[in-house]
């Protein structure tokens, strides 16, 4: 517990410093720390994320650049986000970044995914003490349907809330297909910047969801968001 709470200050001391060097343009430095949250640490805000976007377009890295702010879009998908991304990739037409209103709702009950859990949990002992003190009246199979049910709403907020993982086309170019094998029968050929679903990972290969089919890409050819 110590060990955590120290990690967090220390890496709030870092995202501070960084935000100072940031503010006096001194770019290079405060990405190097940006960097280190990220990958070592994989602490980041949605402030950090446009910052190493922004660093990464002054220098000219739009592959970087897109990775950054498609990773900000899973934390706060805007329009603006995916108009960004179009222009520096140069791709009017990238796929993977519509977000419906289930999108939405989903994503507002995964990132609760502790605390409904939680509360079913809290409400079942509850339905369990209940069961113990009243259990000469509680007699019948009725009494212990409110159970039943806070038990497969445990079950379910615990293993269904979770958020299928997001990745970024970065190979270029990158072949999908319908099959894990060179051998399959090829569904597009595209550049880098669409973002795509990763169901599943087998050898060398994601399966993920392009369009409304299930279809396979090499892992090299994709970075987790």
Known sequence: MFSQSFNCQANTISLQNADSLFKTNNYQEAMAVYENLLQNDEVFSPAMLLKMAY?????GDFSKASFYLAKYYDINPNPRVITKIKTLTEQPNLVG???TDWDRFFKFTSDLQQEITLVFL?????????????Q?????????VPS???????FA???????????IVTGSPTIIMDKPTAGGKLI???DPGHRVIIKSSKDIWYEIEWGKQKAFVKKESI???
């Open 55 to 59: 660093i990464s377009e002054g220098k």
């Open 97 to 99: 970044y519509e977000i």
């Open 122 to 134: 809290s409400l079942l002992l509850i339905s369990f003490i209940l069961l113990f003190i009243f």
């Open 136 to 144: 000469q009246k509680a007699n019948k199979p009725k009494y212990y």
């Open 148 to 154: 039943i049910i806070l038990i497969f709403l445990v």
């Open 157 to 167: 907020s615990n293993n269904f809330l979770k958020r299928s993982s997001t990745g």
């Open 188 to 190: 597009k050929n595209v």
């Open 223 to 225: 970075t987790k968001l």
